[in-house]
């Protein structure tokens, strides 16, 4: 009888032992899981950040480029003394009387990014406006809250 109880307590030590370090595992396991949690958030982040710093650039060029044709159509009007109708762009009046030739090379160029940057603002419009994961959310807990 007296093997018995000290092989229960043996046992019981054990068993105890065991799941006290499964349990002290979890804990590790949890950390981890947060740790690489932010790693992703932060590296998200920078991602999303270095992306908008690239459209940022094509959108600074795009512009640069209209203001600089915008520029130099007026200069040529105001040496020919051309008469413009009533404060319109004057790259929308020639940009459409020109040659195809000399709008392909050049505004070609800003045209594709021109594409990009309406490409990448109309995803973002429609991911945090249209489609907004976090919007939704909210408006189903105000929902559960309320009913």
Known sequence: M???VGLRKT????????????REAQKENMFESKASTI???NWRAFAVRRN????????????AGC???AGRILAHEHNLKVPRPN??????????????????????????????????WRGRWSRHVTHSFHGRKRYIDAVLQTN
Request: glycine letters at 4%; a positive charge.
């Open 39 to 41: 790693i992703q958030k």
């Open 52 to 63: 908008l710093k690239i459209i940022r650039k094509a959108a600074v060029e795009i512009q």
């Open 87 to 120: 404060n319109q762009w004057p790259f929308v009046i020639h940009l459409c009387s020109l040659p195809q030739a000399a709008v392909s090379g050049r505004s070609a160029h800003f045209h594709e990014a021109a594409t990009k940057i309406q490409k990448y």
């Open 2 to 4: 007296s093997k018995e």
């Open 67 to 69: 203001r600089g044709r």
């Open 11 to 22: 046992i019981d030590a054990a068993c105890s032992q065991h799941f006290g370090m499964i």
